[in-house]
């Protein structure tokens, strides 16, 4: 392990190593060219095509990196400064640790963490890394927007009333990833141990390597959790950002519309009470508008008193008085009454991270890691509930739900949705999971249920990929 050194960039270029690039990577290496006084020193992957391709077009620009297949070799590089994370979920805390145990900056793309227990695990690391000068940032650019940071003021100021829900939305077309007879071979340019990484290496059930891992418990954390921490976030954002996370919990769902290998819900819903707080609400919706007609655009849109549209993708803020759906707020009857700008999905947010880094702390607190891992750790506590659930009638989980206007209206839209599908709900039931208590300060389940609860909080860590211990 290297020593910890002096703030990267105090007297010279910030030098930077991409781990991770097959999808959201590219845009981490795209955004670091941009800013001034960055040079990307350092890439790695374990899939030697994207190592080898992305090589020669940085090559083209006249820029020249060192190119590694192993991330424990990446970080303990002493040229570098700072890493940046766009690898599998099950592997973001593992290498985000590694980093932080060499010594290095790191920004790790969300979910920051892959369950409950490693996410607990990273803040810790992330503040003993802030002792020694350290920067540790989460993904979620939102958390760099203008255009939100006015809608929380806003909010805060009371126009619209106090604030009854925050809701996150995710209406996202997401088709079948297709059945496998058997096991198939990885990749030949992968190596497969090491995109494994913390976990064993399982056969592989799904058609297609990259990206598919997303809908497998072992590699991914589902919808809730892949879209779900930016909405998570603002969620949890507007609520004043709680320092801890709820003490309640209740999901449920379904994989719906075909039979696949993907495991993880396709439609769900998920509760979240905080103790003496409002709650939190978030729907998830994988199926297209109706018919299961996957055309583009063709997806269901969240509305309000059956007239107010909000994205497909997106939050909105209820209060006594109206509402905030994106960015622009509305009274009670759902006419605009404002607008917010600079709504950009943070375009500085890895700026950000460059200007923390020279400074050796982060600039401003909305970036640091425990955000990222609040997030995460709501789509883990949702999951949680959801795997523990049992099958059962529409009508249970409206009595499940009795008295809360909210969910009661969310369901009945959440089933409309599915009947439009051709979803026979009477064949084809939810699974739907218990409410769950939580203790925030230990980071456990508690009380009935809590056993099988916490064994789903964590994952099994394969030789030699242990997390390190950061002193």
């Known amino acids: ?60 620009k006249q820029i020249k990196v060192k190119a590694y297949k192993d991330f424990r070799e990446c ?28 010594g290095k900056h790191v920004y790790v793309e969300k979910p920051v963490s892959h ?35 006015a809608v929380m003021e806003w909010v805060k100021e009371g126009h619209i009333g106090k604030m009854t829900l925050s809701r996150g939305i995710n209406f996202k077309a997401r088709q079948s990833i297709g059945k496998v007879a058997a096991p198939v071979a990885p990749p030949a340019t992968v190596d497969y141990k090491l995109w494994s990484a ?80 409002t709650p939190l609400l978030f729907d998830n919706r994988g199926l297209p ?3 299961m007609n996957w055309a583009k655009g063709y997806e269901p849109v969240f509305r309000i008193n059956g007239k107010t549209g909000a994205p497909r993708i997106g939050n909105v803020i209820h209060c006594e008085g109206g509402f905030v759906a994106e ?12 607008k917010f700008e600079n709504f950009q999905e943070g375009p500085d947010h890895m700026s ?22 609040q997030a995460a750790g709501l789509a883990h506590l949702a999951n949680v509930s959801y795997r523990l659930g049992k099958k059962m009638s529409v009508g249970e989980v409206k009595e499940r739900l009795a008295g809360n206007k909210a969910a009661e209206e969310t369901l009945a839209d959440f089933v409309a949705n599915l009947e439009a599908n051709k979803v026979d709900l009477s064949k084809d039931m939810p699974s739907v999971g218990p409410w769950l208590d939580f203790d925030p300060v230990s980071g456990k389940f508690v009380g009935e249920f809590a056993e099988e609860a916490n064994k789903l909080a964590m994952d099994e860590y394969a030789s030699g990929f242990e997390l390190p211990k950061i002193g």
């Open 198 to 277: 913390p976990r064993t290496e399982l056969p592989v059930n799904r058609e297609k390597f990259h990206y598919d891992w997303h809908w497998q418990w072992a590699y991914g954390n589902g919808d809730i959790g892949n879209q779900g921490p930016h909405q998570l976030d603002v969620a949890r954002w507007a609520l004043g950002n709680p320092a801890q996370l709820p003490t309640r919990v209740m999901s449920f769902g379904n994989r719906w519309g075909y039979d696949d290998d993907g495991q993880t819900a396709n439609n769900q819903m998920a509760l979240f009470d905080y103790a003496g707080g």
């Open 1 to 60: 392990m290297s020593t910890w050194s002096r703030a990267a960039g105090a007297n010279g270029d910030v030098r930077v190593a991409v781990i991770g690039f097959k999808s959201r990577g590219r845009g981490h290496i795209g955004s670091l060219l941009k800013i001034p006084g960055v040079r990307i020193v350092a890439l790695c992957d374990v899939d030697s095509d994207v190592l080898e391709g992305q090589v020669k077009e940085l090559a083209k």
């Open 327 to 338: 960015s622009k707020a509305y009274d009670k009857d759902g006419n605009a009454i404002h």
């Open 115 to 149: 369950n409950l227990w490693e996410g607990r695990q990273l803040v810790e690391a992330g503040a003993v890394a802030e002792k020694k000068g350290l920067v540790v940032q989460h993904g979620m650019q939102r958390r760099s927007d203008l255009g939100w940071a």
């Open 352 to 373: 950000n991270f460059i200007e923390s880094v020279r400074a050796g702390k982060i600039i401003k607190d909305v970036l640091h890691v425990s955000h990222g891992e």
């Open 75 to 102: 970080c303990a590089d002493p040229e570098i400064d700072a890493i940046t994370i766009a690898t599998p979920n099950h592997s973001h805390t593992l290498i985000a640790m590694t980093g932080i145990a060499n």
């Open 289 to 291: 508008m109706k018919d």
